[in-house]
């Protein structure tokens, strides 16, 4: 199985992607991994473990429509079975999605369908449920939305900060996602589309 990962920050749930296939334990490869903008520390990641990376910036194309034609372009260019999302931080159109026939997965620092958005983690905290958690799903056109695949919870403490509870919830995420992997390179799990 054959996978492109698109990330916008440190990547280090990818880090953990590509730990598990450099290790042996996740029988997939990745093709590659692209962001939408410079300078991130996932490309830098990537770049080190000698994975093929590249970069379409969000602001250097004139429309939204082009840079998501472009990126669509991109990543079919590898030939991906499925597409990851690991904290990128853009919604895609429906007819990127439609063009990998529906094989777009998404991780999210929430239970969904409660606090999806950018900001999953400070909303939980701030409305203060005690239980959150992470969820991987097949991600639709909306702001994570789309068929849940995994969900894990992870109890909140007394007093925690955003910081410390999303990174308590990425070490359960990175695991649930390696999880999801594993069971679609095995043919456990089925892809959107046969
Ligand atoms: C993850 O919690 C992901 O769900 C969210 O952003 C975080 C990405 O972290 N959208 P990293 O870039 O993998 O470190």
């Excluded at 929430?110 to 900001?119: I, R, S």
Aim: with cysteine; net charge negative; charged share 25%.
């Amino acid at each position: 199985m054959r996978i492109v990962v698109l990330v916008s920050g440190t990547g280090s749930n990818l880090q953990a992607v590509i730990d598990a296939v450099t290790a042996g334990d996740l029988e997939i490869e990745i093709a590659a991994v692209g962001a939408d903008r410079e300078g991130t520390y996932g490309i830098e990641r990537s770049d080190e473990a000698g994975i093929e990376t590249f970069v379409l910036n969000f602001n250097s194309f004139s429309t939204r429509e082009e840079w998501d034609a472009a990126l669509a372009d991109k990543v079919a260019s590898y030939g991906p079975d499925v597409v990851v999302s690991s904290g990128f931080m853009r919604i895609v159109s429906p007819e990127f999605i439609e063009r990998f026939g529906g094989r777009y997965l998404n991780t999210h620092p929430a239970l969904l369908p409660a606090f999806p958005g950018a900001h999953g983690v400070r909303d939980a905290l701030e409305y203060g449920v005690k239980v959150t958690g992470c969820t991987v799903h097949w991600a639709d056109a909306g702001v994570d939305t789309g068929p849940i695949i995994a969900q894990e919870s992870v109890a909140i403490a007394d007093g925690e900060d955003e910081e410390s509870l999303h990174e308590r919830i990425k070490v359960v995420e990175r695991r649930l996602l390696i999880d999801v992997l594993r069971q679609l390179a095995s043919g456990e799990l089925k892809t959107p589309v046969a």
